[in-house]
């Protein structure tokens, strides 16, 4: 079995203790997000859980437990942008995650941890020139660390465009030219896009 934690939200960032709660426990209850009344209780044992998935944006309130994670195989996506407070409130400054992204990596191993750079969104503050020099200098930060890169441009659905109100459309021809950057850029760094 794989347990994806990533789905609902940023359980590393923001729920550590109760998940080392429920991996003492061994077990964990989950509500259906669409019929509130079903309850799942599914054990956590590497009997049974070959995978745990984490998506974070910040993987450091972890690293002193990851020795309860050693007996079970893990997959860690960790998203790391140099956007600001003003788009990312809570989450620490780029250079704080990579050095927790660096320590990870050397924790679970190198194939078993993947930078995020998503998602890119343009406008005034955030232009292309910022996208290139910010994917620059992070990649070379986690050069070692990571042999891939997911990357993604942003979609204006109506929740997007309700929370970030100055963003435009990534456009066919910046998606290319940033593209062809990012992949150049990461290949130099020993990563794959």
Not at 7 to 23: E, G, K, Q, S, V
Not at 162 to 184: C, K, Q, S, T, Y
């Amino acid at each position: 079995m794989i347990l994806h934690t990533g789905m609902r939200t940023d359980i590393p960032a923001f729920y550590t203790p109760w998940l080392i709660n429920r991996l003492r426990a061994g077990t964990v209850s989950v509500r259906n997000s669409f019929d509130p009344v079903q309850v799942t209780r599914y054990r956590i044992d590497p009997a049974v859980v070959d995978l745990i998935g984490f998506c974070t944006k910040n993987p450091a309130p972890m690293l002193p437990h990851m020795e309860l994670l050693a007996p079970f195989g893990q997959l860690w996506h960790v998203t790391i942008t140099a956007y600001g407070c003003d788009v990312e409130p809570y989450v620490p400054p780029w250079r704080a995650v990579a050095a927790s992204f660096r320590r990870l990596s050397e924790i679970v191993g190198v194939p078993r941890i993947a930078w995020r750079y998503d998602p890119v969104f343009i406008n005034e503050t955030y232009t292309p020139d910022f996208h290139r020099r910010a994917f620059a200098e992070i990649a070379e930060t986690l050069a070692g660390t990571t042999e891939t890169v997911i990357i993604s441009f942003i979609t204006r659905y109506a929740k997007t465009m309700r929370n970030f109100p100055g963003v435009r459309a990534v456009m066919p021809a910046d998606r290319m030219e940033l593209g062809a950057h990012i992949i150049e850029t990461a290949r130099a760094h020993g990563m794959t896009v």
